[in-house]
């Protein structure tokens, strides 16, 4: 089956809605199409389950669709994060994975 795309989509695939739009439907498309899905649905709502710690990949990837300009553009809620930005001196973790961490929760609030 081809993934049908509408105006929209295949713009923000062609880039012009920024980087990060781009790289999101090059995601979105290459699962559709693994999956065999005939087209895309519009949103109203979306959650991220992606914001505790577990590795330089995760941060590296969120920080690069904070560079290129990413923003979410619904509603959004987000999953609980590995730090407490509120009580950070209540966290009890490596240093090696607090200032990583630290940085994460902070890429999802830009």
Known sequence: MTLELTARDRSMLD?????S???AMKILVAFSNAIGAGSLLDIAGAHIDGCL???KAGLD??????????RVQVP???NVGSFDLIHPGMVKM???EEVPARR???AHLE
């Open 15 to 19: 880039g012009e809605h920024g980087l």
């Open 21 to 23: 739009a781009a790289a």
């Open 53 to 55: 710690y577990h590795g």
């Open 61 to 70: 990837f969120v920080e690069r669709l904070v560079e290129g300009g990413g």
């Open 76 to 78: 959004t809620t987000l």
């Open 94 to 96: 490596p240093a090696a």
């Open 104 to 106: 994460l929760m902070k």
